[in-house]
């Protein structure tokens, strides 16, 4: 498709501007299913898959290990029958919780005030998908000029678990796409990079004993502040040496201890503490390399640990880890999207997607959806009704090309 091509579907007048968003009606029923990424996401995959049946087209399901969720992939042949090639378009279905959060409405029953949509999910990432969803009758009866595929994976926002499978299945069918549209809030930019994300658990295990007899326990807690303090000292390192890339807001790889969890009593020397920690890479930093560090100073805690009694312990885990996206200038799903509508950017993004596991499948892939992520995860979360038109647009154009 040349950019000029792709810039005249755009300037034709969006069909949803005359009114709601062509996806308001899906988003809303997306918006009522609560799929906190404890809790399953079958429900709503249930509704795909029954949506998709009355138009023809039938659903591979990835489920988790216990079954309780499910990825989701479906393709929509082109005209010759053809399912190799074509575009993805991808989201993912869980939401984050809403506990502790403040809302003026119910997050799961989805109100207009004020041009917003507010609900969980809204911004992160149902507005993308039912805009999508709202396609499916056009998808499924036009005559294509190439295959479209819908990807839809489960817990993205427990590090991005879920799509890992479900990519796996796309390379085993080997339907070998060629453009991949991640619809993550970026008001509808192009983004082409982000950085990567690994989550380490770190359990340590010291010896209980009253307070009054310190020597004779090991203090979890206090072990695991010196890792506390080292990870800071390597994100502090990261931030004055980086390397850096000035095209990420924070334009350095970070590193900082989110979770921490230990004792049981003011007077017990406590026997166990845990804490969770990530870091975020810039692409150029070597991900093993500082993995393996966090690792060396577990091993020498552990080890100062042992010697004040050698039952004592230190246990590092991965907890999660996604792949950075690094998508070339220059590739062809940049010139793609941004001709269907979505606003050229040279700008990364700090946070994850799961953009980085199709590129790394080797399949050119962008994110570009409706929505901004500085609501994402928020109390009355929202995204804007004039964003979810400019989703519309680009899907329009993206309609009209594939119709030939």
């Known amino acids: 498709m040349s950019p000029e091509s792709a810039t005249r579907h755009t300037t034709s007048q969006p069909r949803s501007l005359s009114g709601h968003p062509v996806g308001l009606d899906w988003i809303t029923r997306l918006l009522r299913v609560d799929t906190t990424s404890r809790d399953s996401n079958l429900p709503l995959i249930d509704l795909v898959v029954a949506e998709l049946r009355a138009h023809g087209v039938e659903s591979a399901l990835v489920h988790n290990e216990d079954g309780t969720k499910a990825n989701l992939l479906a393709t929509f042949p082109a005209a010759d029958g053809t399912t190799t090639g074509g575009i993805v378009l991808s989201g993912h279905t869980d939401v984050v919780p809403v506990d502790g959060q403040q809302w003026s409405s119910d997050p799961f029953a989805p109100e207009i005030r004020d041009g917003r949509l507010y609900g969980r999910g809204t911004c992160d990432m149902k507005g993308f998908i039912g805009s999508v969803l709202a396609r499916v009758p056009e998808l499924a009866d036009a005559p294509l000029r190439e295959p479209v595929h819908l990807a839809l994976s489960y817990d993205e926002e427990v590090g991005c678990v879920g799509a890992i499978s479900l990519v796996d299945e796309i390379v085993r069918r080997e339907l070998r796409p ?227």
């Open 178 to 404: 060629r453009a991949c549209i991640v619809g993550e809030p970026t008001s509808m930019r192009v983004i082409t990079g982000h950085k990567s994300l690994t989550m380490i658990r770190v359990a340590f295990h010291g010896v209980a004993a009253h307070s009054s007899r310190t020597p004779h326990g090991v203090n979890a807690i206090e072990h695991a502040a010196q890792l506390v303090r080292f990870v800071r000292g390597v994100a502090d390192q990261f931030r004055t040496e980086g390397p850096f890339d000035e095209h990420h807001d924070v334009p350095f790889t970070t590193a900082t201890v989110n979770q921490i969890e230990g004792g049981i009593a003011v007077n017990t020397v406590p026997a166990v503490c845990t804490l969770t920690f990530e870091f975020r890479a810039i692409a150029g930093v070597d991900v093993d390399a500082t993995i393996e560090k966090f690792y060396a100073e577990a091993r020498r805690i552990e080890q100062s640990m042992q010697q004040e009694n050698p039952s004592a312990r230190v246990e590092v885990s991965i907890g999660a880890q996604a792949p950075g996206l690094d998508t070339p200038q220059g590739e062809d799903v940049i010139e793609f999207v941004s001709g269907l509508g979505g606003a050229a950017s040279s700008e990364k993004v700090a946070y994850g997607t799961e953009a980085g596991l199709f590129q790394r499948a080797g399949i050119p892939t962008v994110v570009c959806g409706p929505g901004d992520i500085a609501q994402a995860h928020a109390p009355d979360e929202f995204v804007e009704i004039d964003q979810l038109h400019r989703c519309d647009a680009l899907l329009d154009a993206l309609l009209s090309h594939l119709r030939g």
